[in-house]
């Protein structure tokens, strides 16, 4: 039940952030953000990626045509890809509001649609692997959490409605249980789990790797960065 909660709760916290502390200090959520970028990548690599290969030996071994099904750890690598180029799209639309780059001071002369659409995607997307791997619920929570605050900021300074404000981040933070929901209810994503873990691999490896390995605004190295990403694979070690 937990694994439902957390994100949620992330996605909340960072709503209630922006409405009532309204974090100036964008050092420190891009700080966070670094954190939650390593943290998310640490977990992807060493417990989710691992996985959906172990997985796909095994229903190779189980379906006793392995001699037909040589190139699939390769069909896997095509689906990793498939994630990464999904998310390059989502991100067209989105502007890059997955990895904190909202810029705040802009004015919204309409609702964005297309952004609040890719972002939900994107968050029903993530939720699918966590139904099998609970410890990834901490990765995205980490990762949904500043997003939260950005979006949040953004919309409020924004102009938008604090009712709209407050319903698209709520509908935002139900996107990622639904998608653990789905895939534990529906035998469709569970028949297929290796190929639609893996295209959420491609997805997780491409937004952790824009956050950790973008240049920093001054394009100086950050000892404070590389502090927050060694910590964030520490944590994760330990989970």
Not at 132 to 137: A, G, K, N, V
Request: hydrophobic content about 50%; charged content about 10%.
């Amino acid at each position: 039940m937990i694994h439902y909660i957390i994100p949620f709760l992330a996605v909340i916290l960072g709503y209630l952030a922006a409405l009532f502390i309204q974090p100036k200090n964008q050092k420190n959520i891009k700080l966070l953000m670094a954190f939650s970028g390593s943290f998310l990548l640490a977990l992807t690599v060493t417990h989710l990626l691992p996985d959906v290969y172990q997985y796909n030996l095994k229903e190779i071994a189980h379906s006793h045509l392995a001699s037909e099904h040589n190139h699939s750890g390769g069909m896997i690598g095509f689906f990793i890809m498939l994630g990464i180029v999904l998310q390059i799209v989502l991100e067209y639309f989105s502007k890059g509001a997955e990895h904190g780059h909202v810029h705040l001071h802009d004015k919204l002369n309409h609702i964005p649609w297309l952004l609040f659409i890719s972002l939900c995607l994107h968050a029903l997307l993530e939720g699918l692997p966590i139904s099998r791997h609970q410890e990834l619920s901490f990765g995205i929570a980490i990762h949904h959490l500043p997003i939260a605050v950005i979006l949040s900021t953004f919309f409020i300074r924004s102009g938008m409605p604090q009712k709209t404000v407050f319903f698209f981040m709520s509908l935002f933070a139900i996107m990622t249980p639904a998608g653990t929901i789905l895939s534990e209810n529906f035998s469709f994503l569970q028949n297929y789990y290796a190929e639609i873990s893996a295209v959420v691999v491609g997805i997780l490896f491409h937004i952790s790797s824009t956050i950790i390995f973008e240049s920093n605004e001054d394009h100086k190295f950050n000892f404070n960065k590389l502090l927050a990403i060694m910590a964030g694979v520490l944590c994760a070690y330990f989970i």
